[in-house]
Structures are given as C-alpha cells and as structure tokens.
C-alpha cells in the first residue's frame, strides 16, 4: 500500500475517499451523538488504572527495582501500539472495522480471527473475573462474618457488577460511571501512599530486603505490569464512542500516562516499605484503620463500575455475531439481551469462586493474554495491513524488541504463573 493511503496520514487529511467513488466520505468526522473526549479519557482511566495498581509492589517484589523501568517501556509500547491498533481500523480507507477480531481476520484471515478471539475472550472476561476474586476477598476481611464465605461475597459482588452491566446498553452510557470509577482509583492510591509511609517505621517490616533485579522472574513481572496497561480490549469502542476521533492520540496517551503516574505513586513506596513481604493486594500489607477500610471500599466501587465497561465490551460483540437488534427482535431485544448479559455474570461468578488467588491469577492473565494482545499482535496486524516499508529503522527495531519481549514473557510468564496456582490449590486448607 502507498504511503499516501496508509492511516498514518489519516489526522492530516480532512477526508478519507472511498475508493472508486464520486463523493468524499471523511471516516473521522465528528460524531454529534457521542461522547467527549473527557468521558473517553474517563473510561480508558477506570478500565486501565484500576486492580494492576495494587499488584504492582509485589511485581517488584518479584524483579527488584527494575520493574520501574520496565513499567515505563511499558507505558511507551502500550501508546505506541494503541496507535498502530487503531490505524489498523481505517486501513482500507473505505470503512471502519468495528473490533479487534476483525482487525486479525482482515490481517491474517480466518487463523487471525481465532487467535485474537482467544486472546482477547481470556483477557475481556478473566478481567472481570479477576475484580470479582478482589472484591470477594476484600469484602471478607471488610465484612468478617463466618458464616458469610468468600465465595458468597464473590456472589454479592457479581450482582452488585450485574446492575449497570444489565441495564446500561451501551459504552456511552457505561462510561458516565467512569468518571466516578476513575477517581475512586486516585482515592486508593492516595491511601497505599499514606499507608506505606505509616508502615515506615513499623517493627514488622524493618528488616525487609530490596533486589535491583531478580532476572529468574522477570518475565513474570513484565506480565504482572502488562495488567496496568490492559485496556486495548476496549479501545475500540471506546474509539467508537468519541464524538472527536481525530483526538483519540492525544486522549489515549494523556490517559495512559495518567495511570502510569497513579502506577508509580503505588509501587514505590509500596515496594520501599514492605520489600520482600509485599503482598498482592497490597492493601493487605497496609495498617488496618479507617483510612484502609475506606481504600477497601474504593477498590469494590471500582469494581462494580469499572467491571460493566469491560463486560459490555465483549457483551456487545456477542450481540453482533448472534444479531441481538431492536431492527430484528423490536421490543424482544431488551430480554434477549438480559439473558445473554445475565449468563456472562453467572459464567464470570463461577470460575472467580473455582480460582480465587488475586496475585497469582493476575500473572496467569497477564502472561496468557495481556502480552500478546497488548505488544505483539497491534503491531503483526498493522505490519500485514499497512506494511512496515515507510517505518525508519529504529522503528522497525523498536516494534522487534516489543514483539520478541512480548512473546518471550507470555510463554515464561505463564508457566510461572501456572505453577504458582498450583502450589495455591496445594496449599489451601479449604
């Protein structure tokens, strides 16, 4: 494909023509009935910046200090290859793609369309999955009542997650709570920061031990920090969803570099305080006052609003493929959509009771697909839709090394992760 014709030029050009054809159609005119900028940024916030946060000081428990650098590679290639996945959705100039399926099956035919199926199904739904593993165990220690278990508190969650997921429809209407979502996790990080530094001087933790860098578990960190930037399973509806398109550069970077500073205002001191005994969440670690009841209860309001915006998400791409529409079922669609909605909670519910490990469960999503959805195939796709010509060559090595680190961590990483769960179903009582 020229360079003329690739999406690269796409925010230069007032207008994309559709080849062959008499009248031009700009593919990223403005969209009076969406959202603003502000509400997508919101939603990209709530979604990215949420349960990773209080993983990360174990992360660095578990590679030393160089996990900083490596969350900060990560935050460049996660922008990097948000860009590329997006460009990929006007490749053709002619009509917008409307999922990341899509983008694989046009890219590499039916055998893409069912890896980035896989990927993207373990890492849309074992997301919520993970909020309902947290907000259960959090819950019990919050509410202690023995005849009350943590599977029952994941239940109550998954309801409570039912509500907005059931009756709201679309992203546009789910992204209203992000904004709520989006500062309840700036709240908590707050709290971990005041924690760590209560806990500074705190007989238990005086003695704690740094590593600068522990090589045997690095790709298990890379995959617990892929978490913190797992958001590109949304990115495009929530694309979709923007009434200004052309900004969907500028809203994702100052997004994703808000979650990173929110990310390093939690590892730090989290990791300098409890050092070897940190743990996943770290709000066990934390003293056990008010102020740290009230981080637990910011992280299960997340929960309830950040988990709908991923489960409609994937919901919605359920209801296109079994054509869920009002133009087809009129006043039935609403119950048809309730049922399909209300069987995804149930099948969420079910596997957070089987597995409930927050810490090694969230290596295991991050190994298994966060990694490769987030740094390899953006970038295969864009190379086999729009080509890798026109890129300079420390382009080319740039996207090299994020594919290969990519690759590299998800099979590593999820071995360890693996063995990890293992030894927790060994170990548990229960």
Known sequence: MNNENTPLLYQNEPQIRISGGLNAVDLLAERHSQGSNFLAYANIVCVVAGTGTLGLPFALKLGGWVGIAVLLVSLFATVYSSVLLIRCLYYNGQYRLSSYQEVGRHAFGEPGLITVWIFHTSFILGTPIMFLILAGTELKGLVDIDSIT???WIWISAALIAIPFVTMKTLKEVAITSVIGALATCILVAVVIRGSILDL???????VSHSTIVLANLPTTIASISIC??????????????RYP??????????????SVLYLATAIPGYWTYGDKAKSPILENLPRDTV????TVLIIIHVVLAGPILLTAFSLEVERLIDITEERLGNME???????RLNIIVFCGTIACTVPYFGDFLSLLGALSNCTLIYVLPILCYWKLIGWKQMRWYELFWCAFVVTSGVFSSIIGTINAIKALKEDFDNDPN
Request: net charge neutral.
């Open 150 to 152: 943590i599977q029952d």
């Open 201 to 207: 001087h705190n007989p238990e933790y005086e003695n």
């Open 229 to 242: 930037f797992g958001g590109n399973i949304v990115y495009m509806h929530v694309e979709q969803s923007m």
């Open 246 to 259: 052309r900004s969907w550069n500028r809203v994702v970077t100052a997004a994703l570099v808000t979650c």
């Open 292 to 295: 740290t009841y009230v981080g």
């Open 334 to 340: 609403r119950y048809y959509r309730t049922a399909v």
